[in-house]
């Protein structure tokens, strides 16, 4: 059995968000895959409060044997639910779009979340990072209105680049495929191709993920 947790980091409707769709359409896709169980984590549907100092404060109380109480409560039954999800998967699916040249702060919060050291990586002796997720794989399903592509706009792209350093170089897991619907807004002329095109991908990753339960 193959488990797959797809988190889905867009809660625009299907027929208006591209990265909406592009997780429809790989859910349609793998749905009934045999030895393939999905499970989905919609960071928008989730109580997550954002990683900051309450964060902190309820690491310290724990420490201290305190029962949580209201925020610091919430943020740790929210961080260990986004950790349970990634620890309890073989693949994580993340399914986002670009907005405003990075990735949706709910997304951002669940990183926050299972970027840490003891989970996601720890370090050597000699103070060298080393990944604690290798065992699973990714992939990334991202859209985006514009052309990132190119060399001159490529550094403002801070949404697939941040989660391939992240999951791929900190996590450590293995990027088994990446899909990138990009230009659809800039070429209106042309994004029905496009899109159709990108979503014909999609569905190549999902059977490239459950073609792994015979691999």
Sequence with gaps: MTNVLVVKANNRPADQGVSSKMYEVF????EGKEGVNVSTFDVFAEDMPYFGQETFN??????AGKELEGVEARLIAAQSK???AITNADVVVFAFPLWNGTIPAPLHTFIDYTYASGFSFKYSPEGQLISLLTSKKAVLLNARGGFYSSPEAAPMEHAVNYMKQ???????MEILAEVIIEGHNANSAKAD???EAGYAAVKEAANKVASLVNA
């Design 27 to 30: 859910m349609n896709e793998i």
């Design 193 to 195: 191709e496009i899109k």
């Design 166 to 172: 992240v999951v791929g170089g900190v996590f450590g």
């Design 82 to 84: 986004a950790r349970e």
């Design 58 to 63: 309820a690491y310290g109380n724990l420490a």
